[in-house]
């Protein structure tokens, strides 16, 4: 019995040290301004806690108390998160084809568009490709998907036939699920047949 | 010009050479992209030496030394960059390029990491979260950076 109690005891003696520990984590976060100067959050959470960051260096400090905002400087991020920060790797850069209504040839003005793809990938020590094709709102998904699917094929035969490793592309189809410009089921819009290539 | 017929032949053993290619052992999530110092990658328990262009697995954990740094691509676009003394775990990733729906769920245990948030993160506010030992930050978009000790 009293073996047990001391157990029990010993146990929660663990419990508290365990949750003190945790209560003892530090950290900061900063939310970065975007590049873009799109909207940007991070929800804070700790414990039942929990503090919105949506303004460019917007920060908080994890403290026994729950998390404390504070406003971050460009000085403070560059001392604390300089070594992380210069290991980013390069932001993907995404170029659009177009394509012919229903066929997966290439407009005119989109054959200038391989030349900038491959000045991209020369810029990049491991670069890897993503193709995205793209219909618009004529058709159903089946014939859509296939159709996405054809033109990024296209695409990504096209750029292994001008040296690209097979294992560094993928490509995919989206269908009619992601329009540049929405339209009504059914519409023809040729801005959104189109296949993006994301070098990354 | 219709690039089309030009490249029929070159298409058709482009296909026939993936088709050998294709059977994938484990889901490539994403690729070093940037690396100084020493890295390693634990993987299934093992010690993994890290290098530029190591294709990276759910459950990898990347380790940085005093004067390692890393920087990881993922396949939705997310950018993750961990400084020296860092330990990352990629705990959770799940991302259907189609729909653009996924989950990423990603633990910093100590260190720093700077984060742009990608496809999965801009699909559903809070699909992707970073753990530390002290918070769950929930990202919302996009960019941001964050430390942890324990």
């Known amino acids: 019995m009293i073996r047990a109690w001391h157990a029990f005891v010993r146990w929660r003696l663990i419990v508290a040290l365990a949750v003190l520990a945790g209560a003892c984590s530090t950290g900061t976060v900063v939310l970065l301004p975007e590049k873009d100067g799109h909207d940007t959050a991070l929800l804070v959470k700790q414990g039942d806690q929990e503090l919105l960051l949506n303004r460019p260096y917007a920060a908080a400090k994890q403290t026994p108390f729950g998390p404390q905002g504070y406003r971050s400087s460009p000085e403070e991020v560059d001392t604390v998160f300089g070594a992380a920060l210069a290991a980013q790797p390069m932001r993907p850069t995404q170029f659009t084809f177009y394509f012919i209504e229903g066929r997966d ?96 | 010009m219709s690039i089309l017929p030009a490249l029929l032949p070159r298409m058709l053993s482009a296909t026939l050479a993936l088709g050998l290619v294709t059977p994938a052992v484990a889901v490539e999530i994403g690729q070093i992209k940037v690396l100084k110092g020493q890295v390693t990658v634990e993987r299934n328990a093992r010690m993994l030496p890290g290098s530029v262009g190591m294709r990276l697995e759910t459950s990898d954990i990347l380790r940085t030394g005093t004067d390692g740094s890393v920087g990881v691509t993922m396949s939705d676009d997310s ?72």
């Open chain 1, 105 to 200: 040839e290439f407009t005119d003005a989109s054959k200038q568009i391989v030349d900038g793809v491959f000045a991209e990938i020369a810029r990049r020590p491991v670069p890897d490709v993503l193709v995205i094709g793209h219909t618009d709102a004529v058709g159903t998904d089946q014939i859509n998907d296939a159709l996405s699917r054809q033109r990024a094929e296209t695409v990504r035969v096209a750029l292994i036939a001008h040296g690209i490793a097979p294992e560094n592309i993928t490509a995919i189809g989206r269908g009619k699920r992601d329009p540049v410009v929405p339209t009504a089921d059914g519409v023809a819009e040729p801005r959104n047949r189109r296949v993006e290539i994301v070098v990354r």
């Open chain 2, 79 to 150: 950018l993750l960059s961990a400084g020296p003394n860092s330990i990352l775990a990629l705990e959770r990733y799940e991302f259907d390029a189609v729909t653009s729906q996924g989950r990423f769920d990603a633990t910093l245990k100590k260190g720093s990491l700077a984060v742009i948030s990608g496809r999965i993160a801009k699909q559903a506010p809070d699909a992707m979260t970073v753990r530390t030992p002290a918070a769950i930050l929930g990202v919302r978009g996009t960019e941001f950076a964050v430390t942890a000790s324990d």
